[in-house]
């Protein structure tokens, strides 16, 4: 009866693994982040964390060859977008302001 699946409104049962979100609503005061035309997977990059995918917009944060980077893949589109490449430092940072809403 402990199953990991839980029911929620209109009767759909999803798994409890549900990545966080990014928030729809971004701050009044959050900043833009560039986005730039992004390439679907190379062999040498890793995902490191995503957000759910239930929004329609999956946000994944990949370590690439010493360097990070956000990526932003709009479902029904196939639009990749991508940050530039960073240190782990700030691209941990930027991450974590993603989802707190203070950058979009
Ligand atoms: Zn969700």
Known sequence: MDAPTKT???GKVMTTY???HVPSHPD??????TWRPGARWT???RIR???CSCRGV???FVGAA???FIRRTTLQSHLIEETERMVSSRAEQM???LFSGKVY
């Open 28 to 33: 009044p005061d959050a900043r833009p982040l």
């Open 18 to 20: 549900h990545g966080p």
């Open 66 to 68: 010493g360097q990070y």
């Open 8 to 10: 929620v409104s209109r």
């Open 95 to 97: 991450w974590a302001d």
């Open 43 to 45: 062999d040498r990059e």
């Open 58 to 60: 999956v946000f994944e």
């Open 49 to 51: 964390a995503h957000s």
